[in-house]
């Protein structure tokens, strides 16, 4: 039984659906999908991602600003979108489209829920001090809501644009990035925390792929950082242990040149067994 899971900032749905989203959906084979900053309403990405899926969507009350949705094949009909939550409990974050939660129910047949998760993190700006303050309290909360939903056993997968490259190995041009928002030693230890003792999540991406430059799910669209591959790894899937011990293969689905993207970010697809 395997389980492939994908998850995506596209940047505007709206933009990449005329950009060609839809043919990489016709082509996926992931049988979940976890969409981040989409900027649009929730009927609006149902209709954009089209037939073939259930979708559970919590756009952002501010309108054209954050927004995430998680989408699962209508095809698997044992991968159904239950117990749907919103928010990490911060006080006023319920509807900034920044946090969605689902169960699946035993997805493994070994007894145990998958909650799945879909974060679009605050990118923060170090000239805007507030913007860091609010990626900080969020983080925090974060951690708490985590320890909680591992607390019966279940199995707990976060996915999505977490807005910090953990390493050297996790940003291109580390040495001149040491002072911006994204690479913060700060914001840094807080990836320390998630995949430690204290948060008990390990990052599948980085497990799989081994100490190696990247692989970068983020490509600036200034000059040409995609062209020269300077990009930052920023999309995660951070699981449970037991969860993570099933991963077998994990991709960026990195577009074959500039002309063909329809995000600045790259799908993250990770096949669970």
């Known amino acids: 039984m395997t389980l492939t899971i994908a998850t995506v900032n596209v940047n505007g749905l709206r933009a990449a659906a005329r950009k060609g989203m839809g043919d990489w959906l016709a082509a996926?084979?992931?049988?979940?999908?976890?969409?981040?900053?989409?900027?649009?309403?929730?009927?609006?990405?149902?209709?954009l991602v089209g037939d073939g899926w259930r979708i559970e969507g919590e756009a952002s009350a501010l309108k054209g600003r954050a927004g995430v949705a998680i989408a699962a094949r209508v095809a698997r009909e044992d991968v159904d979108l239950d117990g749907v939550r919103r928010?990490?409990?911060?006080?006023?974050?319920a509807h900034t489209g920044r946090w969605l939660e689902?169960?699946?129910?035993?997805?493994?047949?070994?007894?145990?829920?998958?909650?799945v998760v879909s974060l679009y993190m605050h990118s923060g700006n170090t000239e805007k001090p507030q913007t860091m303050v609010d990626k900080y309290a969020f983080l925090d909360q974060m951690l708490e809501h985590l320890a909680a939903l591992r607390a019966d056993g279940r199995h707990v997968l976060v996915t999505g644009d977490l807005n910090i490259a953990h390493t050297e190995r996790d940003i291109k041009n580390w040495k001149g990035n040491l002072k911006s928002a994204g690479f913060l030693p700060a914001e840094r230890a807080y990836v320390d925390r998630l995949t430690g003792d204290e948060g008990g999540l390990v990052d599948v991406h980085r497990a799989l792929a081994g100490d190696v430059a990247g692989p970068y799910t983020w490509w600036s669209q200034?000059?040409?950082a995609f062209d020269n591959d300077s990009g930052w790894r920023i999309d995660y899937q951070l699981a449970t242990p037991d969860l993570a011990a099933r991963a077998v293969t994990a991709t960026v689905d990195r577009a074959p040149s500039y002309d063909t993207r329809w995000s600045d970010h790259a799908p993250l697809v990770v096949r669970y067994e």
């Not at 996926?28 to 209709?47: F, G």
């Not at 928010?87 to 974050?93: A, K, M, N, P």
């Not at 493994?108 to 998958?114: E, K, N, V």
């Open 87 to 93: 928010g990490v409990g911060l006080e006023g974050d």
């Open 102 to 115: 689902v169960d699946l129910a035993d997805p493994f047949d070994d007894g145990r829920t998958l909650t």
């Open 28 to 47: 996926t084979d992931a049988d979940v999908i976890t969409l981040q900053e989409v900027r649009a309403p929730d009927e609006l990405v149902a209709s």
């Open 222 to 224: 200034r000059g040409k």
